[in-house]
């Protein structure tokens, strides 16, 4: 898949910015705080409807205006699309698919897939479980716009249990109307569940190669998700869902007493481990990086199994952290799929010459295109 149009108007730092693109490799060089970024993000966005870096869309508003338009073409093997989203400081987004307007934003899903390589990525390995969600989900809900709806369900049933569970406290008799929300959040739980499941096993499989290939063979990653559900080794979802069910049934006192859902996709969690242990407590920093740098190469190769095609690759100052064995992994892919990378010097990353590529060079929110 390639990008092979960005349209800005009034997006963080800039008013207009129309880039055309016709290479493989385009580079996005200039110094801290010009709007490198802030490109990438507006590609992310258009894959997935929201911003790597915050769930507020009135942060992407340029400030001082009352709204914003992202607007990106894309070349698939089925053909080119167009994609608008227009975002509004009092409304909601607007998405736009080939000029109709997207009644719901899972419609957008699928339609441009990216996967987005920066520092920050780290929070994977380094941090609470949350993050290896929002991985999963944002992986899931760009190759399977059906993932995207069954989330959403389930958020919005697990808000309405939480609610429910608080109202029980001080009228009881509402107890009888738990497993309702019981049995939606079991519904939608299990597919979630059993899709992230076949994921982590995917990418274990990925990634246990690519990981293996960058430490030459002396790591062995592996990659397991960990529920907050019982579950049993090879279960299908009707019995993740039964077993979903028995699970917050015998919560119901707990649930009560907490005010909150104890159980459910909403806990879980992906274990990564390094020749059996734990990478997260135990794992170097080096080690760290190389597991996130693993993970996101199989991100790639997990979307094109699933898709037929690469998804873009997004590097945002992903090159300035790995040396210079890594770095070379990440020429391997640059080589098949459509990279966007940021750089504040084109000599950071020297294994880029001699590609053909187009750089630009970015200033205060506008773009340069210096070679091509
Ligand atoms: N809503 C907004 N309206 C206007 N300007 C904004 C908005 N949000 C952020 N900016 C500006 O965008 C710039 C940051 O852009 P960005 O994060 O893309 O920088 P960068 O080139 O990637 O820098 P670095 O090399 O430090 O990562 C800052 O100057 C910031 O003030
Ligand atoms: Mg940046």
Known sequence: MQLTELFLS?????DQLAL????????????????????????????????????????????????????????????????????????????????????????????????MFSPEDLKLVREGPQERRRFMDMEL???????????????????????????????????????????QLAEAGSYIIMQRRLFCDALQTIAEEIHSHITHGSEKLSVVYKSSIPLK??????????????????????????????????????????NGVDVRTFGSQGQKRTTVLSLKLS?????????GEYPLLLLDDAMSELDPSRQKMIMKYIDKVQTFITLTDLD??????????QVYQINSGKALLIES
């Open 10 to 14: 009034n997006y963080r730092n800039y």
């Open 20 to 115: 055309s693109f016709s290479a493989d490799l385009i580079c996005f060089i200039g110094s801290n705080a010009q709007g490198k970024t802030n490109i990438l993000e507006s590609i992310f966005l258009s894959c997935t409807g929201r911003s790597h870096r915050t769930p507020r869309d009135r942060e992407l508003i340029q400030w001082g205006k009352e709204e914003a338009l992202i607007r990106t073409k894309v070349n698939k093997q089925i053909g080119a699309s167009e994609i608008a989203i227009g975002l509004s400081i009092s409304d909601k987004k607007n998405i736009l698919i080939n000029q109709s307007p997207a009644v719901r934003m899972g419609e957008l899903m699928g339609h441009l897939n990216s996967v």
């Open 141 to 183: 809900s760009q190759v399977k716009p059906k993932y995207f709806y069954y989330l959403q369900q389930y958020n919005r049933v697990l808000n309405q249990r939480n609610r429910l569970l608080k109202d029980i406290s001080y009228k009881p008799s509402l107890m009888n109307t738990l497993p309702v929300w019981d049995k």
């Open 233 to 274: 080794k090879e279960s299908s979802q009707d019995e993740i869902q039964a077993d979903f069910l028995s699970e917050l049934e015998g919560k119901h006192v707990d649930d009560t007493e907490r005010g909150n859902t104890s159980r459910g996709c909403h806990r879980d969690d992906i274990v990564f481990q390094i």
């Open 299 to 307: 991100e790639l190769e997990f979307m094109a199994q699933e898709t």
């Open 348 to 357: 950071q990353f020297p294994a880029l010459k001699g590609k053909s590529r």
